[in-house]
């Protein structure tokens, strides 16, 4: 099982990023899948989330009108499309696999992909 982000790096106030969540070694398409992310001396925070069975989203207030999650089941991939970013942005954002069991949940996590927010 692995999922592996890609896509952050620098960018300056304002402008965009899309950020990419590879999954493998499992059936993507049951999954939920959530974007988290972690400043440096903060606690992790859900930034946002996509059902795997109606689609439903749900957004931190802090980055609603911004930003947008979205998945391809066919390839696997979950994204996340960040607009307008702001300095307070700045993170390491870790994509997550969840699903309920019957018994326990199942929780897999990516390694995490830096972005950083500067003029």
Do not use: H
């Not at 993507?28 to 992310?37: K, V």
């Not at 702001?86 to 199942?106: H, I, M, N, S, W």
Request: hydrophobic fraction near 35%.
């Amino acid at each position: 099982v692995q999922l592996a982000e890609s896509g952050g790096g620098l960018v300056q106030p304002g402008g965009s990023l899309t950020l990419s969540c590879a999954a493998s070694g499992f059936t993507f398409s049951w999954y939920d899948m959530s974007w988290y992310r972690q400043a440096p001396g903060k606690e992790r925070e859900l930034v946002a989330e996509m059902r795997s069975d109606d689609g439903t989203t749900n957004y931190a207030d802090s980055v609603k009108d911004r930003f947008t999650i979205f998945r391809d089941n066919v390839s696997g991939t979950a994204y996340l499309r960040m607009d307008s970013l702001k300095p307070e942005d700045t993170a390491v954002y870790l994509c997550k696999a969840f699903r309920q069991l019957r018994l326990g949940a199942e929780n897999y996590w990516g390694q995490g992909t830096q972005v950083t927010v500067s003029s």
